[in-house]
């Protein structure tokens, strides 16, 4: 597609509840990051994929966080048990390059609110 | 570890006149830096970047940011402001994680240009 698509664009869920977002990014992209963006706060790294490979997922901030790729282009966050700190914007962005020196194209996000 | 700060939470500005935005980065090797802005509800679109070469470098939306490595700055500017440019701004630096490979972004907390007519 022309830019990054996520979806939902809004999850509700109860604490406890199992949630996956969704990220389509552009076509061929080889690279792609998830951030999690707290409320008044910038954007902070969770995890990484080059192709389907996820070479860096130091951001995640817990083992309820798990992220896949499986065939190198849509990817899934997937948050366990959810908790009401996880109540953040989850932003996608991809990238041609395998290196930062490219242009990062961001999706709109998905506004994850945990009651 | 690479940070980078905005120490400006938000800037009030009257629609056309000159703002400066700015962003201090921290980093002991060559760093890749970055503005995006946000519009509300939206995601982050890039203004500008800088890689390597001149130190002045411009924008979209007559953006320009000037890489001051004595400094580690990396100041974003517009002469003349319009209420469109209402909006959060980011700074970010590419960190280098393993072999020399960058790959994510570090963003500041973001400065939000309130322009007022």
């Known amino acids: 597609g022309a830019g990054v698509s996520q979806s939902p664009r809004y999850k509700v869920a109860k604490r406890g509840q199992d949630v996956a977002l969704r990220c389509d990014p552009i076509?061929?992209?080889?690279?792609l990051f998830w951030y999690q963006q707290a409320l008044g706060q910038g954007p902070e790294f969770l995890t990484y994929?080059?192709?389907?490979?996820?070479?860096?997922k130091s951001g995640l901030p817990s083992d309820r966080f798990f992220a896949e790729r499986p065939e190198g282009s849509v990817s899934t966050l997937k948050i366990q048990r959810t908790q009401q700190e996880d109540s953040a914007v989850y932003l996608c962005?991809?990238?041609?390059?395998?290196?930062?020196?490219?242009?990062?194209?961001f999706g709109s996000g998905t506004r994850l609110t945990v009651v | 570890a690479q940070s980078v700060t905005q120490l400006d939470s938000q800037v009030p500005v009257f629609e056309e006149a000159p703002v400066e935005l700015r962003c201090n980065y921290s980093?002991?090797?060559?760093?890749?830096l970055f503005w995006y802005v946000q519009y509300p509800n939206q995601g982050l679109q890039l203004l500008l970047k800088?890689?390597?070469?001149?130190?002045l470098v411009k924008g979209i939306n007559g953006f320009e940011a000037e890489f001051n490595k004595s400094q580690t700055s990396f100041h974003l500017r517009k002469p003349s402001v319009h209420i469109s440019d209402t909006a959060e701004y980011f700074c970010?630096?590419?960190?280098?994680?393993?072999?020399?490979?960058?790959?994510?972004?570090?963003f500041g907390t973001g400065t939000l240009l309130a322009v007022q007519p």
């Open positions: 994929f080059q192709n389907e490979a996820q070479l860096d």
């Open positions: 980093s002991s090797v060559s760093v890749y």
């Open positions: 076509s061929g992209h080889v690279s």
């Open positions: 962005a991809s990238s041609s390059g395998t290196v930062g020196r490219g242009s990062y194209t």
């Open positions: 800088y890689l390597s070469g001149s130190t």
């Open positions: 970010a630096v590419s960190a280098s994680n393993y072999g020399g490979a960058t790959n994510k972004l570090i």
